[in-house]
């Protein structure tokens, strides 16, 4: 069993920037893609970034070059650094990972994003 745990969102104003953290109960070196997700309200889920163990990236449209995916293996973290925030990106944010084919998901964080 993984847990991934979330931390780091809140309220912020549009053009503003928060930092997403991800720490799961595994090391990070033994997780090979790691995603960010996010829910927002009447809308299905969507993925909006990942992270392979080889640090290759990959982003949707609707946020790159303005969202950033690293990883932490000292701080066993999965970073997001959202910057430019718009308030359509306002949503509860998920980490999650696939692993001997169980897919894991954390509790999410709230981003909200309003004047």
């Known amino acids: 069993q993984v847990q991934l745990v979330e931390s780091g969102g809140g309220l912020v104003q549009p053009g503003g920037s928060l930092r997403l953290a991800c720490v799961p109960s595994i090391s990070i070196s033994n997780i090979y893609v790691m995603d960010w997700y996010r829910q927002a309200p009447g809308k299905e889920r969507e993925r909006v970034a990942r992270i392979t163990r080889s640090g290759a990236t990959l982003y949707a449209d609707s946020v790159k070059g303005r969202f950033t995916i690293s990883r932490d293996n000292a701080k066993n973290t999965v970073w997001l650094q959202m910057n430019s925030l718009e308030p359509e990106d306002t949503a509860v944010y998920y980490c999650?990972?696939?692993?001997?084919?169980?897919?894991?998901w954390g509790q999410g964080t709230q981003v909200t994003v309003s004047s």
């Open positions: 999650n990972t696939l692993l001997s084919g169980q897919d894991y």
